[in-house]
């Protein structure tokens, strides 16, 4: 089992930076791929961005590419979401989630993931 606990979330301004982080405790973190994902109201929760277990490979959604980066620090269990260049439509419930995986696996999917945080809120003013 692996718990997850996101935070960092909050109201900022257009053009704004956001740094979410999620702590991890349970079974060996550093052998799990973590993923971010987004969910915003009326809509489907979605792919943001992952990295593998070793931090060497990383995947993020069109929409954020360039603005956002993922990062994880396996010492800490600890896994990063940098938000730079905030717009409205990055509005969402913010959640990671974790999948045992040994080689260097970015899944994009939900359904690849087993274990997922609680979610942290950000909200973006335009």
């Known amino acids: 089992q692996v718990q997850l606990v996101e935070s960092g979330g909050g109201l900022v301004q257009a053009g704004d930076s956001l740094r979410l982080s999620c702590a991890a405790s349970g079974r060996s973190f550093s052998s799990h791929a973590m993923g971010w994902f987004r969910q915003a109201p009326g809509k489907e929760r979605e792919f943001v961005a992952a990295?593998?277990?070793?931090?060497?490979?990383?995947s993020y959604a069109d929409s954020v590419k360039g603005r956002f980066t993922i990062s994880r620090d396996n010492a800490k269990n600890t896994v990063y979401l940098q938000m730079n260049s905030l717009k409205p439509e990055d509005t969402a419930v913010y959640y990671c989630?974790?999948?045992?995986?040994?080689?260097?696996?970015?899944?994009?999917?939900?359904?690849?993931?087993?274990?997922w945080g609680q979610g942290t809120q950000v909200t973006v003013s335009s």
């Open positions: 989630a974790a999948v045992l995986s040994y080689i260097d696996y970015v899944p994009s999917s939900l359904k690849n993931y087993d274990y």
């Open positions: 990295i593998s277990w070793s931090g060497g490979r990383t």
